[in-house]
């Protein structure tokens, strides 16, 4: 289940979406652009108020069939978060650490880069930060996971996130790291809707003692 | 670079091998059985008096063609470096957590799975540890890297393992990480010939700050 392949996409609704952002909405200062077709995500852009941060998703329908438009965007948003698959795409790198930084040169200054059961990479000016997955012996629907990992990364840099260093980028990955592990351990949302807080801070410290070398 | 692919296995002078140890090393406490024919690796242990820690690699040839003398050798010593391939084909879980479990329940107390580029899992009692790779930009040549790794391991226990714990085998694990990342730099035992323990201790230091969330 760490490979996803896809068979068909069809956009239904979204091919004629146009997204016209409530007013609570335009000024919002964390700002996660999830993935739709980029001209979209240029278009929700366009509608918020000079936000703190920026954070882009993509997939690789768009990098196959939008490269400029994923590249333009690459040049306005302070960072991606991308899996390996899609990196090698964008890139053409094998090296994931090669591919992240060649994701960096097209602009964000930031790169989250994903690996399903083997964690993430963070690319952050020279700095790279391997973390791992949280262990789970029980995948039970690995749906949800990219999107829910972005959910605590993102929730955590809104909390925390007065000034971007390699630290607070490292933390706001095993936030996100955490968030995705309840995710699979159930299907859809259902995991996510009962987790408590201190489920979630017993695991996030459980996942910091497991690193403690 | 990350999947070794056998092609062919010639045994050559291994065929006919019949190691006798020398008298300084009958008595060695810490054993590593490197990876070589499960009844020689047998012998080997044989010959050794009362070890206080045996290690044991082995390779998908034997787990292919001499599953049985693989297993009774599991159930003598105390633990196993294995891949992530090596330990599908023994197992025949997919799912690394599960499929690391599984060898514990075959006989030793402690398993290291590698992952190559992703780092390793150590299965010790009900615990399970992830730990990175290193990050590297240069992989020019991963040949040597699972022997390093196991070096560098068995070196920290040696030196270090008067009682095995979780956190020691953590350690353990971080500097055989350590070792073969230096291995991977260059051709050969190159790098390994030129690293000080300064650069050696400098990128532990990192490592350990890169996990630090």
Redesign the interface.
């Known amino acids: 289940m760490s490979v996803a392949k896809t068979l068909d996409t069809q956009l239904n609704v979204f091919a004629e979406f146009h997204p016209k952002l409530p007013p609570s909405a335009v000024s919002v200062p964390y700002l996660f652009l999830a993935n739709i077709h980029p001209s979209l995500q240029w278009n929700v852009l366009d509608q918020v108020r000079s936000p703190r941060l920026v954070v882009l998703d993509t997939m690789n329908l768009w990098i196959r069939n939008n490269l400029e438009e994923v590249k333009r965007l690459l040049r306005r948003v302070d960072g991606i978060i991308i899996n390996d698959q899609e990196v090698r795409m964008l890139t053409g790198e094998t090296?994931?650490?090669?591919a992240g930084?060649a994701v960096l040169a097209l602009g964000p200054r930031m790169v989250v880069l994903k690996?399903g059961?083997?964690?993430a990479?963070v690319f952050h000016g020279d700095e790279?930060?391997?973390?791992?997955?949280?262990?789970?012996?029980n995948?039970v629907d690995p749906t949800g996971a990219g999107d829910s990992f972005a959910g605590g990364f993102m929730g955590y840099l809104a909390s925390r996130g007065h000034r971007l260093t390699t630290?607070l980028l490292?933390?706001a990955?095993?936030h996100g790291v955490i968030t995705s592990s309840f995710c699979c351990e159930d299907f859809s949302l259902e995991r996510l809707k009962t987790v408590t807080k201190g489920e979630f801070g017993a695991r996030y410290e459980a996942?910091?003692r497991?690193?403690?070398?």
Do not use: C, D, Q, S
């Open positions: 090296n994931l650490i090669r930084r690996k059961e083997h964690g990479l790279v930060v391997p973390l791992p997955a949280f262990p789970l012996t995948v630290g490292r933390r990955v095993a996942y910091r497991l690193l403690r070398v």
